[in-house]
């Protein structure tokens, strides 16, 4: 067994980041770690700079509207900001449509609006390879639809999903068209104009590279967003509500601005080492990975028969043996870290049929992992599968009889 812990659970969260990120983090936090927009001295001055900045950047980096960057607006992560933009658009009577392949960041908030608020919601399933028919979007579009909702990339499958070609019926039909790019930014390049994303959510502690409990929304110009929450926004103190105006509209409280620090950070690595390259990087170990795998005796995989618009994300199992037993082997017995089970996206289970066998072992490859990551995969995967068909013969021959 490898002495170094083999990470492969890149999907819940990338680590490590780059130590730039993390140096970055420490000198902010140390020498300007003020309240930012609050007050009129240098230091928090130059604190609101950084968030400006990162603000400008971001917007940017989403090809979202570079000449209203205050519409780039910063929560904790993409549950939060969804959170902001599902009930900040629904209305009593709308309908909404989203997949099978969405997180519960987006079905729970979407089941809360059709419980709490009258919305209706149609979730539209995914093809056998695993990515949502623009047709069965446009096919489902309803004279009272707000909204479609969907994520870029799936955490569970790792499909990436035709992005630009739902905008493009999104716009024709005048619905907005929310994204969720947890698991795609920083991986795959996103442009909003011309995806016709409405409004973007992202998470800083995945492929951002940046840190946890920073996130956001970007949202284009033409989309209004009701206020759901309200509080202190450093500015205009006498009002007795809170402000219309973007960025404070969606943001409450000090924001949190050590993460807004490694995103500035992580921007600086991203550009340096190009969201391509990254991408083309993790899918050769992921190329390897599932050729490796599917030379395996009892190993199934899900939608990557092709890796033509796919994560480095991989799902398995292995005939015979429960999920979690398999996920448990491999930290125990091979220092190999997964993840298994639903993933918080419990329709993509459902809808391959394997929820109630308690869903399957993600591995999922990130910038820093190498080939030799890949290889103690396979292998621990063929030892495991190797127990597992010794442990049935032994359980054939010797059959456990009731008295
Ligand atoms: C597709 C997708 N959406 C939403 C989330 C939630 O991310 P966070 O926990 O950062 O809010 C995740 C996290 O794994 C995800 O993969």
């Known amino acids: 067994m490898e002495d170094r812990l083999i990470y492969l ?7 490590p980041k780059p130590e730039s990120v993390y140096k970055f983090m420490d000198d902010f936090f140390r020498t300007m770690g003020v309240n930012p927009g609050r007050s009129g001295y240098d230091l928090a001055i130059e604190a609101g700079s950084l968030l400006d900045r990162t603000r400008k950047r971001l917007t940017k980096f989403f090809g979202g509207d570079e000449d209203a960057p205050e519409r780039l607006v910063f929560g904790y992560n993409v549950t939060d900001a969804l959170n902001l933009a599902i009930p900040g658009l629904v209305q009593p009577g709308d309908h909404i449509i989203t997949t099978n392949l969405e997180h519960n960041s987006v079905i729970r908030p979407v089941n809360h609006m059709v419980r709490d608020r009258g919305a209706e919601a149609t979730y539209i399933p995914f093809d056998a390879a695993g990515f949502v028919e623009p047709d069965a979007i446009r096919a489902a579009i309803k004279p009272n639809t707000r909204f479609v909702i969907l994520n870029h990339g799936s955490n569970v499958i790792g499909t990436i999903q035709p992005i630009r070609e739902i905008g493009t019926i999104c716009r024709e039909h005048n619905v907005t068209f929310i994204v969720d790019t947890a698991q795609t930014a920083g991986v795959v390049p996103i ?15 995945k492929a951002l590279m940046g840190s946890m409990g920073i996130g956001g929304l970007c949202v284009r110009k ?14 205009r ?30 921007q600086d690595w991203l550009d340096e080492r190009g969201v391509e390259n990254i991408h083309r990087q993790e899918m050769a170990l992921a190329k390897k990975l599932v050729e490796g795998l599917r030379q395996i005796e009892g190993v199934r995989l899900y939608c990557c028969d092709s890796l033509e618009n796919h994560l480095s994300t991989v799902l398995m199992n292995l005939r015979g043996v429960d999920p979690g037993d398999v996920g448990v082997m491999l930290d125990v017995d091979h220092n190999i870290a997964t993840r298994t089970g639903l993933h918080c996206a419990p329709l993509v289970h459902r809808q391959l049929g394997i ?40 359980a054939e021959q010797h059959p456990v009889t009731s008295r």
């Open 9 to 15: 659970d890149n999907a819940a969260t990338v680590w």
């Open 191 to 205: 442009n909003m104009k011309e995806m016709n994303i409405d409004v973007l959510a992202f998470t800083g502690h």
């Open 222 to 235: 033409h989309v209004e967003i009701r206020q759901v929450r309200s509080g202190g926004t450093g500015v």
């Open 237 to 266: 103190s006498a009002d007795p509500y809170h402000l219309e105006e973007y960025p404070w509209r969606l943001e409450y409280g000090t924001p949190n601005m050590i993460g807004v620090a490694s995103l500035s950070a992580g």
């Open 355 to 394: 929820e109630a066998t308690h869903g399957g072992v993600r591995f999922s490859v990130g910038a820093f992992n190498t080939e030799s990551d890949v290889d103690a995969a396979i292998t621990a995967v063929a030892d495991i599968a190797q127990w597992s068909r010794e442990r049935k013969r032994k």
